[in-house]
């Protein structure tokens, strides 16, 4: 893989350019919110670790009427 300017590999760029497209024009999306939730979810764990002593958090899982509702 090429090396990519930017923070993340070179993702952050990518990715605020996807929401900004999203915003402004709309469209499909590259992910879902479900996955970005956990996305989400796992950096906040991996801080509380961090702070914490660097002990393993579990990620919580989604309620299941909210994962249900994005895989309608």
């Known amino acids: 893989m090429d090396k990519v300017a930017g923070s993340h590999g070179g993702a952050n760029p990518k990715i605020v350019a996807e929401f900004v497209r999203f915003v402004r024009s709309g469209g499909p999306i590259n992910t879902s919110p ?30 299941p009427d909210i994962a249900q509702y994005f895989d309608a």
């Open 34 to 63: 479900v996955a970005a939730r956990y996305s989400v979810a796992t950096g906040c764990q991996a801080t509380e670790s961090l702070r914490d002593g660097g002990g393993t958090l579990e990620v919580p899982a989604l309620d």
